[in-house]
Structures are given as C-alpha cells and as structure tokens.
C-alpha cells in the first residue's frame, strides 16, 4: 500500500505533535523566526508593536489605575507578557529538574538566595528605568523597531549591546 493511500490517523498525529513540542528542543532559528514574525505581523496587520515593557505599563495601570500609563485598550499586551512564563512553565511540563543555582551569578552572590534575589531585583529596576529611558525594553527596540528600521531603535540596540559586553567583561574579570 503506497503511503498516500493510508487513512489519516489523528490520534498519532497528536503524538507526533506533542513529542515535536514538548520532548525536544526546539531550534534556536524556529524560535526566532516565529518571534519575528510575530512581531512583523502584529506591525504590519494590526499597527501594534511588540515588546514586554508595554505589558507592563497594562499592568500597572490596571493596578494603580493611573492615567500616566499608556495602556491599551484590550490589555493584549498584559497577556503577552503572562504569556511568557506561563509558556516557559508549559515547554518544561515533565523536565521538574531545575534548581536555584544561577551559573556565575553564585559566584558573585557566594551562593546566597538572599543576595541572588537581591542582585536580580536590582538588575530589573536597572532594566526598568534604562527601558523608560530609551522609550522601550530590549525586546520592542531590537526586535521590532530594528526591522522596521528606527534609527533610535538601532541605536539602543547598539547602547544595549555595547553596555552588555562591557558589564560582562567587567563582571567576569572581577569575578574570575
């Protein structure tokens, strides 16, 4: 019987389908172009742009209810970034293996919680204002106004790169 001839059969296509999502890893270029054209999409057909800080401001503004925020309408941005853990949580359903070391954050911290969380949550408030300070997260410049080709997007995104590198060396020499 030739291959075409047999009947489709859903049930193993499901299979199929849940061990491609969910039991390999998926190719960094997969994930990136399903981003990209995430967001090209969401330029092109709907006029909106993607990028976390915008979820945020959804956020705080259903929280404070403060007119300073820029919200949208449809908080469709607050379900994106709801979206992200809950779709990191998702991808790792059966792989319960991880733990809180942080790679080289355990050298800086000599391996202390209270000081891992207390290096985080300064991070994100520095992440937080250089966010505001450059009208938009890493993921909004550099993904989206990047390819529609901002000029103040490429050159946040060359700020965020140059400092990045920078920090790392400085951390890591200081380090090890």
Partial sequence: ???????????????HLRDLLFSQTWAW???????????????????K???VTGGFE??????????AFNASSSHWKLWFILGLPLGGLLANVGHWSWTWLYGQ????????????????LVGGFLVGFGARWAGG???????LGVSLG???????TLAFLVAGILVTNILYKAVF
Avoid: Y
């Fill in 150 to 156: 901002s000029k103040m997007s490429i050159l946040a």
């Fill in 49 to 51: 742009r993607l990028g």
């Fill in 105 to 120: 954050l355990d050298g800086i911290t000599f391996g202390s919680l209270f000081f891992k969380l207390l290096w985080l």
């Fill in 58 to 67: 959804d956020a705080c503004s259903l929280v404070t209810k403060d007119s």
């Fill in 29 to 47: 270029w997969a994930a990136g172009l399903g981003l990209g054209l995430t967001a090209v999409g969401l330029a092109w057909f709907m006029g």
């Fill in 1 to 15: 019987m030739h291959p075409s001839e047999h009947p489709f059969n859903f049930q193993m296509f499901l299979t």
């Fill in 137 to 143: 997260c890493t993921s909004g410049n550099t993904i």
